[in-house]
């Protein structure tokens, strides 16, 4: 089993910022990639950002600009640095953790803005 733990949500006011990091634990394989996924209520879970092992990144074009997603390989810990923040990125974020064998989904934190 992995275990994802999740920090840095919170309330922010619009054009604020935020980070949030996840680090992983257990029985860890080869980490193909690490990343976050976010949904709001009534919609879809969708992509926020995702970075391979190798450093390859991939953003959701409603974060693209704004959002920055960084990781520490030794660490096993994934970031993501949200500026710019708008009403509109209010949700549930997920860690989203995958290697070659499994993918594991961390509990999700809250990131709310708001004036």
């Known amino acids: 089993q992995v275990q994802l733990v999740e920090s840095g949500g919170g309330l922010v006011q619009p054009g604020g910022s935020l980070r949030l990091s996840c680090a992983a634990s257990?029985?860890?394989?080869?980490?193909?990639?690490m990343g976050w996924y976010r949904q709001a209520p009534g919609k879809e879970r969708e992509l926020v950002a995702t970075?391979?092992?190798?450093?390859?990144?991939n953003y959701g074009d409603s974060v693209k600009g704004r959002f920055t997603i960084s990781n520490d390989n030794a660490k096993n810990t994934v970031y993501l640095q949200m500026n710019s923040l708008k009403p509109e990125d209010k949700a549930v974020y997920y860690c989203d953790y995958r290697d070659f064998v499994s993918r594991y989904w961390g509990q999700g934190t809250q990131v709310t803005v708001s004036s």
């Open positions: 257990g029985r860890i394989v080869s980490i193909n990639s």
């Open positions: 970075i391979t092992s190798g450093g390859g990144t």
